[in-house]
């Protein structure tokens, strides 16, 4: 495999300084927040980098559980960090959260023991790669659905209540919110599933196969990734949707945005 440098990767950041300053010459509103990504983005997989090399030679179990930990942590923060209007008292990191270790770390941990099974089960070569692209892509399509249902439901916080009224259910009255939440939601995956192989070459199998690995069985895992990340996302959001629902009413099945705040 050839081996890139840290001039390469300086060389690449300046075209990336570039494309930010073409942006913003064009009313890009948030350079500085790309900025402050891309520098995050970095930094933090440097860390991460040094820390996988150490677990991974470790192979110790406690050092995989602290990591997933971790990673599943950041990723209800992001989710908490993505909405327009979130619940009180962290209550979208927790509905993330939940949705989260209810499919994606299901699946993965389902994934080791039956399909791939390593020796040992939780090698970090396998489960922590295997997690993380696996939340990468249900934290993202978990955001969206929360975000899109919460929004809306503030802004057309009198026709829920005009539905309510006339005595439909609060699953009633939230029936076109949640559709158009899943919609939104789900369109990447669709996206990323009918695009693959054809328009783009997904990032694992990429990785594979500039590592050398045969193409056929980069394909394979590739597939198998695929089917995971559809799987998760769908039932994760499926799952953040109706506990997000459940917080926005009460048992009298009465609507209450008092419970959302406006995130800064």
Same mark, same amino acid.
């Given at each position: 495999?050839i081996?890139?440098?840290y001039?390469?990767l300086?060389g690449?950041?300046?075209?990336?300084?570039?494309?930010?300053?073409?942006?913003?010459?064009?009313?890009?509103d948030?350079?500085r927040?790309?900025?402050?990504?891309?520098?995050?983005m970095?930094?933090?997989?440097?860390?991460?980098?040094?820390?996988l &090399?150490?677990?991974f030679?470790?192979?110790?179990? =406690?050092?995989?559980? $602290?990591?997933?930990?971790i990673? #599943? +942590?950041? !990723?209800?923060y992001?989710?908490?960090k993505?909405q327009?209007?979130?619940?009180?008292?962290?209550?979208s990191?927790?509905?993330?959260?939940?949705?989260?270790?209810m499919?994606?770390?299901?699946?993965?941990l389902?994934?080791?023991?039956?399909?791939?099974?390593?020796d040992?089960?939780?090698?970090p070569?396998y489960?922590?790669p295997?997690l993380?692209?696996?939340?990468?892509?249900?934290?993202?399509?978990?955001g969206l659905?929360?975000?899109?249902?919460?929004?809306?439901a503030v802004?057309?916080?009198d026709?829920?209540?005009?539905?309510?009224a006339?005595?439909?259910s609060?699953?009633? &009255?939230?029936?076109?919110?949640?559709?158009?939440s =899943?919609h939104?939601? $789900?369109?990447?995956?669709?996206? #990323? +599933?009918? !695009?693959a192989?054809v328009v783009?070459?997904?990032?694992?199998m990429t990785?594979?196969?500039?590592?050398g690995?045969?193409?056929i069985?980069?394909?394979?895992?590739q597939?198998?990734?695929?089917?995971?990340?559809?799987?998760?996302t769908a039932?994760?959001?499926m799952?953040a949707?109706?506990?997000?629902?459940?917080r926005?009413?009460?048992?009298?099945?009465?609507l209450?945005t008092?419970?959302?705040?406006?995130?800064?």
């Amino acid at each position: 495999m050839i081996t890139l440098t840290y001039w390469d990767l300086a060389g690449l950041s300046v075209i990336t300084l570039l494309a930010g300053g073409l942006l913003f010459l064009n009313g890009f509103d948030h350079t500085r927040q790309l900025a402050v990504a891309a520098v995050r983005m970095v930094v933090q997989l440097l860390l991460m980098g040094v820390w996988l &090399s150490w677990v991974f030679y470790s192979e110790s179990l =406690l050092l995989v559980v $602290l990591v997933s930990l971790i990673m #599943m +942590l950041f !990723a209800g923060y992001e989710i908490l960090k993505r909405q327009t209007w979130r619940f009180r008292k962290l209550g979208s990191f927790w509905v993330g959260l939940m949705s989260l270790s209810m499919t994606a770390l299901v699946l993965t941990l389902g994934t080791l023991t039956l399909i791939i099974e390593p020796d040992p089960w939780f090698q970090p070569q396998y489960a922590i790669p295997l997690l993380g692209m696996i939340l990468g892509n249900s934290m993202t399509a978990i955001g969206l659905g929360l975000n899109t249902l919460t929004q809306n439901a503030v802004q057309q916080k009198d026709a829920i209540e005009a539905q309510l009224a006339l005595g439909k259910s609060a699953k009633e &009255s939230m029936a076109f919110l949640k559709r158009q939440s =899943l919609h939104t939601a $789900l369109i990447p995956v669709v996206n #990323m +599933l009918a !695009a693959a192989g054809v328009v783009s070459l997904p990032g694992m199998m990429t990785g594979q196969i500039l590592a050398g690995v045969d193409p056929i069985e980069a394909v394979k895992y590739q597939i198998m990734i695929m089917f995971l990340v559809a799987t998760s996302t769908a039932t994760g959001v499926m799952i953040a949707l109706w506990l997000a629902q459940k917080r926005l009413f009460d048992p009298r099945e009465r609507l209450l945005t008092a419970h959302l705040v406006k995130n800064h």
